[in-house]
């Protein structure tokens, strides 16, 4: 198994910036690729991320390209989102998720293992 925990989440004015951490921690080996996703309040869990477990091939959603970027620290098992510019619809809560298989897609189905979630509020 693989255990992972978001940190790095808080409150942020509208323009703001924040950085996430995803650490991952047990069977590391086994991971191929990492996602990042959000779910807003009333709304389903959306892809925001993902990345390839060696930091190839990053992908974002088009609501974030230009503003974040996902990259991955091998070394400290981590993966990070950097989020510039942030919106007050970025508002939810950001999850991170692993998978054993394949590159970071934006499927949630394909991801096998999931944090508890991190808050960000963005203010406008």
């Known amino acids: 198994q693989v255990q992972l925990v978001e940190s790095g989440g808080g409150l942020v004015q509208a323009g703001g910036s924040l950085r996430l951490s995803c650490a991952a921690s047990g069977r590391t080996f086994s991971i191929s690729a990492m996602g990042w996703f959000r779910q807003a309040p009333g709304k389903e869990r959306e892809f925001v991320a993902g990345i390839s477990w060696s930091g190839r091939s990053p992908n974002y959603a088009d609501s974030v390209k230009g503003r974040f970027t996902i990259s991955s620290d091998n070394a400290k098992n981590t993966v990070y989102l950097q989020m510039n510019s942030l919106k007050s619809e970025d508002t939810a809560i950001y999850y991170c998720?692993?998978?054993?298989?394949?590159?970071?897609?934006?499927?949630?189905?394909?991801?096998?293992?999931w944090g508890q979630g991190t808050q960000v509020t963005v203010s406008s």
């Open positions: 998720a692993g998978k054993i298989a394949g590159r970071g897609t934006p499927n949630v189905s394909e991801y096998d293992n």
